[in-house]
């Protein structure tokens, strides 16, 4: 368990900081109450990413629920945002898209263009047609419903979604203790047509503490996982990667081994850090990183009841072929082989030993940027300062020679006006005298 004595005497001083950091202007308003809230709950954002049909959902029901409780989503279009957090009382939060949302949603499906984009956006409008009319009571709107109604939300039409193509986002409130100090964000991926979902998906991702990058053992490390993590995970600063590479068990059935995909997916990773464009905070969480070869369903069969696995035919099946390819009957050899400790082992070290760095290190990171910020502000205005100073002086400067000149000048021109008013008293004094002779003569 964490060192609360450690984390009590940490947070007082992290109080004490951002409290100043918010004081002097460093810290707006906003960042200072959200950093505080994060400390006082002391819990951390694990993200979920990887591409469609990687099997994310599977492993988060494995991991938190033991049960199949979140819907798989086998189409981009049938994707929404889930954010999974502990409450005493288990419920779902459905948002769904504005108005303004869907209306670009549906422009974006009336483009010619061939990207992803426009084809999820086709679905979704393709997906809605026969629940058109009811549009209008919906976007905009936030409902609350019970877990069994989940997939009427986020399943395909032909498996009850009904308002699927509608649904924003999610949140999953559930009642395990176990996981009461952790947040996951299960996220629908970076070719979203609505733009204020993949923001919002960013920000996600841009708060999470650990990212857990979900990969498929038979195209492990593609260049879509490898535009996520250089790219996307770089841009959002993402300080802790947990690679994991789901459904190994298919490897086992071509006769491969998750040793070899392991080696090529170190491989792979030691290549691109290798280059010199690489983002240095990228770089530190995958330098010392070990991918992780799990099979999620495997160890979600292994979690289950019987009574579950019965009532699911989903997970029947697999628990039959897994029986018929391996010899594996028991739940408890499916969860060995599963190799889904492996993950916990590696997310219970971040939880119990990196606890205090993770939830604190961002508000110092963030205060230490906005200071950097703030010195190259000052030093700019310094520099303007010293420019402007530099022009104040050499404006005094004229100024005080056309003064100097101004005086010269108004001293000649004082000199000039006395002899001319002396020269005007002498003409005067000649010409009265001028007159007076001619007087005395005419007498």
Not at 37 to 43: A, P, S
Not at 84 to 99: G, H, M, N, P
Not at 368 to 386: T, V
């Amino acid at each position: 368990m964490p060192d609360y004595e450690k984390i009590g005497k940490t947070k007082l001083k992290i109080y004490k900081i951002i409290e100043e950091a918010e004081q002097d202007g460093i810290l707006s308003k906003e960042e200072y109450s959200e950093f505080k809230n994060k400390i006082e709950k002391e819990k951390l954002v694990i993200g979920i990413i990887g591409q469609m049909n990687n099997g994310k959902s599977t492993l988060m029901n494995s991991m938190i629920f033991k049960k199949n409780i979140l819907t798989t989503s086998p189409t981009p279009a049938t994707a929404a945002l889930s954010e999974i957090e502990y409450s005493q009382k288990q419920e779902i939060k459905v948002t769904f898209f504005s108005e303004e949302e869907w209306g670009d949603i549906e422009k974006r499906a009336q483009e010619s263009s061939a990207s992803e984009e426009v084809k999820i956006a086709k679905e979704m409008v393709e997906m809605a047609q026969d629940i058109y009319n009811e549009k209008t009571y919906i976007l905009g709107k936030e409902k609350i419903i019970g877990f069994e109604e989940m997939d009427k939300y986020i399943a395909t039409k032909e498996n009850g979604g009904k308002y699927t193509p509608f649904v924003k986002m999610l949140e999953v409130k559930h009642n395990i203790e176990e996981y009461s100090d952790i947040v996951f964000v299960d996220t629908p991926g970076f070719n979203d047509p609505v733009l204020s979902r993949e923001m919002k998906t960013l920000e996600f991702i841009g708060k999470a503490d650990i990212v857990l990058v979900v990969m498929y053992a038979g195209r492990a490390f593609d260049s879509t996982t490898k535009e996520m993590i250089f790219n996307r995970l770089a841009q959002a600063k993402v300080s802790k990667i947990i690679l994991v590479i789901n459904k190994y068990d298919q490897l086992l059935e071509d006769c491969g081994t998750k040793e070899k995909v392991v080696e090529f997916v170190k491989t792979k990773i030691k290549e691109e850090l290798s280059l010199d464009n690489v983002d240095a905070g990228i770089k530190k969480a995958l330098i010392d990183s070990e991918p992780i070869p799990i099979s999620a369903m495997m160890a979600l069969i292994g979690s289950a009841t019987e009574d579950e696995i019965i009532r699911d035919e989903n997970l029947s099946a697999y628990k039959q072929m897994f029986e018929k390819d391996f010899g594996w009957n028991s739940k408890e050899e499916l969860y060995k082989h599963s190799n889904i400790e492996q993950l916990y082992k590696a997310i219970d070290e971040v939880v119990k030993k990196q606890k205090i760095e993770m939830v604190f290190i961002k508000p110092i990171n963030l205060i230490i940027a906005k200071l950097e910020e703030k010195q190259k502000a000052l030093k700019q205005k310094k520099y303007q300062n010293e420019l402007y100073e530099k022009e104040i002086n050499y404006s005094s400067e004229k100024i005080e020679k056309e003064l100097k000149l101004i005086e010269s000048m108004s001293k000649k021109v004082e000199t000039s006006r006395k002899e001319l008013a002396k020269d005007c008293r002498e003409k005067r004094a000649d010409i009265k005298n001028e007159i007076e002779k001619k007087v005395i003569l005419h007498e």
